[in-house]
Antibody, heavy 122, light 107 residues
Framework: QVQLQESGPGLVKPSETLSLTCTVSGGSMRTFYWSWIRQPPGKGLEWIGYIYYSGSTNYSPPLRSRVTMSVDTSKNQFSLKLSSVTAADTAVYFC????????????????WGQGKLVTVSS | DIQMSQSPSSVSASVGDRVTITCRASQGINSWLAWYQQKPGKAPKLLIYGASSLQSGVPSRFSGSRSGTDFTLTISSLQPEDFATYYCQQANSFPYSFGQGTKVEIK
């Protein structure tokens, strides 16, 4: 059973960089795409970007200038950095695996981490 | 970018009721649509992919359908564990977008 777990600071000061890591267990990262998705308190879901196990990335246009993702398959981890944060970046951040119970399902998310609440405040 | 419009924003229903939630895409996405269920404090759970395919382990009372750019999630007989918020997501093209969510509440 694949499991994902987010880790990192739960409090970040304005203008600083948010850093989170997702650790994957119970399966390999190889051949999969991996995404970060966030959810402000009481609001809906926003896709941030994805990274392929080989390291190629694609970021959501509104966040592209501030987002960096990286992967370390030897540790079964991938990471998110979001720079110059403001209160609007306060959210629960989820990591997720692309997939479904079929070889062909577009960009669907079948396994998710439990989520990490990150608050931006001084 | 593709916008996803989900309705209603909330619905009150009783156990045993049939519940229908709709999602409309701003442009064609073929059948690349997924539905998720989210309970408070938990991560979303994939229910339906490809507009109408049931994810492994999901009860058969959940079903999905497509008519052009309109998509529907149906719960045939609402169970106590189904009270949650449901989101649609277009899986067709970057950037991937979600609907605003539909909260299914106890009547």
């Amino acid at each position: 059973q694949v499991q994902l777990q987010e880790s990192g600071p739960g409090l970040v000061k304005p203008s600083e960089t948010l850093s989170l890591t997702c650790t994957v267990s119970g399966g390999s990262m190889r051949t999969f795409y991996w995404s970060w998705i966030r959810q402000p308190p009481g609001k809906g879901l926003e896709w941030i970007g994805y990274i392929y196990y080989s390291g190629s990335t694609n970021y959501s246009p509104p966040l592209r200038s501030r987002v960096t993702m990286s992967v370390d398959t030897s540790k079964n981890q991938f990471s998110l950095k979001l720079s110059s944060v403001t209160a609007a970046d306060t959210a629960v951040y989820f990591c997720a695996r692309h997939g479904c119970s079929s070889p062909d399902c577009g960009t669907t998310f079948d396994y998710w981490g439990q989520g990490k609440l990150v608050t931006v405040s001084s | 970018d593709i916008q996803m419009s989900q309705s209603p924003s909330s619905v009150s229903a009783s156990v045993g009721d049939r519940v229908t939630i709709t999602c409309r895409a701003s442009q064609g996405i073929n059948s690349w649509l997924a539905w998720y269920q989210q309970k408070p404090g938990k991560a979303p759970k994939l229910l339906i992919y490809g507009a109408s395919s049931l994810q492994s382990g999901v009860p058969s009372r959940f079903s999905g359908s497509r008519s052009g750019t309109d998509f529907t999630l149906t719960i045939s007989s609402l169970q106590p564990e189904d009270f949650a918020t449901y989101y649609c997501q277009q899986a067709n093209s970057f950037p991937y977008s979600f609907g605003q969510g539909t909260k299914v509440e106890i009547k």
